[in-house]
Structures are given as structure tokens and as C-alpha cells.
T-cell receptor, first 116, second 114 residues
Framework: DTAVSQTPKYLVTQMGNDKSIKCEQNLGHDTMYWYKQDSKKFLKIMFSYNNKELIINETVPNRFSPKSPDKAHLNLHINSLELGDSAVYFC???????????????FGPGTRLTVL | QKEVEQNSGPLSVPEGAIASLNCTYS??????FFWYRQYSGKSPELIMSIYSNGDKEDGRFTAQLNKASQYVSLLIRDSQPSDSATYLC??????????????FGTGTRLTIIP
């Protein structure tokens, strides 16, 4: 299936641990994003990469480090997890289209992170 | 002031009625506006986009944009129980060609009552 996929779907861990979330898209898109959605459903962009180059870094603590090994993958590594990191993390991708007013973003299924 | 504001609801609408969802935004230079639908436990899904003042219709959905008032709305006609979801308003602050930055509102939870 063509889609944006994320692993794992659920992640439960202790404070202070380091964890990674992986994202892959097989849509051939050039741009990928990480969003965080908190318990009140507020969805906020964290990072975006275009062809493996960091474009957006939205004042996210440097405990969060995105890595894009190629344009189909954007992983998120989180060091020293804190209670406030508990949220749903969504990966998304979009493709630049000449003449388009907007490039639709396609979202992955999300990773629910719970920090205990 | 939040960049994109929505009434969090919940908004309850009888089946078959019109559901009206509202959104205001603070950045006057915003050019593109979107409505995403998010079912519980699922990812956001784009249902409408609008760029020009006025109305844009797609099936049972109508998006309305008033840039002077910095206001965008979504009307859902003949509401169905399957329309029950959280609706997220998003505004695009394009950084440069191809690189989008979407700013989302906090969403309005809509419940259609059979």
C-alpha cells in the first residue's frame, strides 16, 4: 500500500529513557514533517525536512533530534524523556508541485508515546 | 492570542441538520486555509482547502473564507453520524516554494445525534 507509515504505534517508557520513532513514506514525496499532538488535540509542527535538509525547527528542545537518512525516511530520536513528552507524534509528507497553491500533507497513523 | 482559534466544542447537531464550524486566524498574510477531519485515534485527513474569498463547495461540505475578517468556516449539510469527529482548522504560512508550514487550531469536536 502507498502510505506514510510509522513504528511503533504505541510506545510506553520510563522517564529518562531514550527512544526513537521511525517514519517511512513510499509516496515519492520530497518533504517530510513531524508533528506533536497533545492531550487537548492541539497539533503543532516540530520539524520538516526537504530532500534530507532541515527546513523547519520549531523551538523544540534539543532532546529531540530528527534524522533523515534519505528522502523516504524521517526518524525522531528523543533523549531523556520527560512526562511532558507524552503525546501522539504524527509524521507527514508532501510533494512539491509546480504551480500548486498548496502541497497537501499526508499524515501517518501516529505514534502514541506515554512516559511514566 | 493564539494564531488559529476555534471553538473547542463539543458541538452537537441533529442528523440531517447543518453543522457550522468556525475559525479565526491572526496572521493577515496567510493565503491558504484548510479543514482537516480527525476521527478518534486516527490521523488528520484533509477534507477542504480554500484560497480565495467566498465559498467553495465540495459535496456536502462548503468552506467559506473572509480574509478581511480573518475568518474561515466549514458548513456540513445533511449531517451524518459518520461526520462525528474533531475538525481542525489549519492555516498555511508558506516558507518558500514547496515548503509548507501549517498552523493548526485546537479543533472542534462535532457530534451528530441520530
Amino acid at each position: 500500500d502507498t502510505a506514510v507509515s510509522q513504528t511503533p504505534k504505541y510506545l510506553v517508557t520510563q522517564m529518562g529513557n531514550d527512544k526513537s520513532i521511525k517514519c517511512e513514506q513510499n509516496l515519492g514525496h520530497d518533504t517530510m514533517y513531524w508533528y506533536k499532538q497533545d492531550s487537548k488535540k492541539f497539533l503543532k509542527i516540530m520539524f520538516s525536512y526537504n530532500n534530507k535538509e532541515l527546513i523547519i525547527n520549531e523551538t523544540v528542545p534539543n532532546r529531540f533530534s530528527p534524522k533523515s537518512p534519505d528522502k523516504a525516511h524521517l526518524n525522531l530520536h528523543i533523549n531523556s524523556l520527560e512526562l511532558g513528552d507524552s503525546a501522539v507524534y504524527f509524521c507527514a509528507s508532501s510533494q512539491e508541485r509546480e504551480g500548486a497553491s498548496y502541497n497537501e500533507q499526508f499524515f501517518g497513523p501516529g505514534t502514541r508515546l506515554t512516559v511514566l | 492570542q493564539k494564531e488559529v482559534e476555534q471553538n473547542s466544542g463539543p458541538l452537537s447537531v441533529p442528523e440531517g441538520a447543518i453543522a457550522s464550524l468556525n475559525c479565526t486566524y491572526s496572521d493577515r498574510v496567510s493565503q491558504s486555509f484548510f479543514w482537516y477531519r480527525q476521527y478518534s485515534g486516527k490521523s488528520p485527513e484533509l477534507i477542504m482547502s480554500i484560497y480565495s474569498n467566498g465559498d467553495k463547495e465540495d459535496g456536502r461540505f462548503t468552506a467559506q473564507l473572509n480574509k478581511a475578517s480573518q475568518y474561515v468556516s466549514l458548513l456540513i449539510r445533511d449531517s451524518q453520524p459518520s461526520d462525528s469527529a474533531t475538525y481542525l482548522c489549519a492555516v498555511n504560512g508558506r516558507l518558500n516554494f514547496g515548503n509548507e508550514k501549517l498552523t493548526f487550531g485546537t479543533g472542534t469536536r462535532l457530534t451528530i445525534i441520530p
